[in-house]
């Protein structure tokens, strides 16, 4: 079976910390790679995509690793509004998605 | 531009009941897909629609059904309830299958007695 693995947290940081979440993947065939928060009780909502090149949203930046087959998130500045859990997201096609159990991130006052 | 939709919010059912979960989209996706979310496990893929008039088994499709009725709208039918099918379940929608999966519903919370 495909795997995503996923520190379940939780991640206690204070605001305006730097936060990194890491994920590792067993599919080497995996081609598409994303991030997604999902608030308690609610939906998932995709964060962003994850690029080879590594890519950048605002105070989000995601690294992917093909050789060692991994994915990470760097929250810099974290706010309040950043608490949620963080999944991780591998796949080829959004019919051939593998989700992680996610990765909880508290932000404390 | 009300996105993913899904009815009801809540349902309680007894062992062996039937239902079916409702989806509409309106954004003309043309790709659909039902999820259940379970405690302590990542999202899982039940049935999903390519495009209008066509659907394939995802990772868990036992006990469950589905009909995409039109372009806007795809439903999930359990013939007969049992605790296992307990859980959060998700629709949600895409451009195509490979276009990100940008787009879920609420979700349906069922509890199966």
């Known amino acids: 079976r495909k795997e995503v693995e996923q520190d379940p947290g939780p991640f206690n940081v204070p605001e305006g910390a730097t936060v990194a979440f890491n994920c590792t993947y067993s599919?080497?065939?995996?081609?598409?790679f994303f991030w997604y928060r999902q608030d308690c009780r609610k939906e998932p909502k995709l964060l962003m995509s994850?690029?080879?090149s590594g890519n950048e949203d605002g105070r989000f930046t995601a690294q992917l690793n093909r050789a060692s087959q991994y994915i990470s998130l760097l929250i810099r500045d974290s706010k309040l509004s950043d608490s949620a859990t963080y999944l991780c997201v591998v796949g080829a096609g959004s019919y051939q998605l593998t989700f992680g159990k996610g990765t909880k991130l508290s932000v404390i006052p | 531009n009300a996105g993913v939709t899904q009815t009801p919010k809540f349902q309680v059912l007894k062992t062996g009941q039937s239902m079916t979960l409702q989806c509409a989209q309106d954004?003309?996706?043309?790709?659909m897909y039902w999820y259940r979310q379970d405690p302590g496990m990542g999202l899982r893929l039940i049935y999903y629609?390519?495009?209008?008039?066509?659907?394939d088994k995802g990772e868990v499709p036992n006990g469950y059904n589905v009909s995409r009725l039109n372009k806007r709208e795809f439903s999930l039918r359990l013939e007969s309830a049992a605790p296992s099918q307990t859980s959060v379940y998700f629709c949600?929608?895409?451009?195509?299958?490979?276009?990100?999966?940008?787009?879920f519903g609420p979700g349906t919370r069922l509890t199966v007695l």
């Open positions: 629609s390519a495009s209008e008039g066509t659907t």
């Open positions: 599919n080497s065939a995996s081609q598409s």
């Open positions: 949600a929608s895409s451009v195509s299958v490979a276009t990100p999966l940008e787009f």
């Open positions: 954004m003309n996706h043309n790709s």
């Open positions: 994850v690029y080879s």
